[in-house]
């Protein structure tokens, strides 16, 4: 996971020194599935924004915001959704096109494990909503009691944000 940071100083819950930015995004590089040992195959790609396996499961990344109650911005986890054929082709012909965010819904499935929950997060159910031309399209996970998904409709606190953080950047041994 990568930090995406802002300007917050906050104290650490695992090694207690002082942090200059409270991260407020993380991102995977790839989806769950994917294995170093497919760059060798040509039937599968991984680039900034998409991703095809063995050229049968298509992934593209995304963002699942979650309100974040006491702070002015929102939480961001990057993450990686998979398609179906149809929709992944849908959405790459579109992926220039000027009003796409106009397009419905595609669903999807969550393809990245978050460490944050203590419940799995893969194959969660999603919609994945277009933005603008030039911005990441965003999910909605299925409004059920996964902490995920109540965290993404209720919000969270500046308070959880740094315990994310803090189990991100110094996770357990």
Not at 136 to 149: F, G, K, N, S
């Given at each position: 996971m990568l930090p995406g940071v802002d300007d917050q100083t906050w104290y650490c819950g695992s090694c207690s020194e002082p942090h200059h930015g409270l991260p407020f995004s993380y991102g995977s590089p790839a989806p769950a599935y994917w294995r170093p040992e497919l760059e060798e195959d040509?039937?599968?790609?991984?680039?900034?924004?998409?991703?095809?396996?063995?050229?049968?499961?298509?992934?593209?990344?995304?963002?699942?915001?979650?309100?974040?109650?006491?702070?002015?911005?929102?939480?961001?986890?990057?993450?990686w959704v998979s398609?179906?054929?149809?929709?992944?082709?849908?959405?790459?012909?579109?992926?220039?096109?000027?009003?796409?965010?106009?397009?419905?819904?595609?669903?999807?499935?969550?393809?990245?494990?978050?460490?944050?929950?203590?419940?799995?997060?893969?194959?969660?159910?999603?919609?994945l909503h277009h933005e603008p031309v030039g911005t990441?399209?965003?999910?909605?996970?299925?409004?059920?009691?996964?902490?995920?998904?109540v965290e993404q409709r209720t919000g969270i606190t500046t308070e959880r944000v740094r315990e994310i953080a803090t189990l991100l950047l110094h996770p357990p041994a």
């Open positions: 040509e039937r599968s790609v991984l680039e900034g924004e998409i991703c095809v396996i063995q050229a049968e499961h298509y992934f593209v990344r995304t963002r699942l915001v979650i309100p974040v109650l006491d702070a002015g911005n929102d939480f961001d986890w990057g993450v398609l179906s054929r149809d929709n992944f082709r849908r959405m790459l012909d579109k992926w220039d096109t000027p009003g796409r965010d106009s397009e419905p819904p595609y669903f999807g499935w969550l393809s990245t494990e978050l460490p944050a929950y203590d419940v799995p997060t893969l194959n969660l159910k999603t919609n990441r399209p965003h999910i909605e996970l299925e409004p059920t009691d996964h902490p995920l998904a």
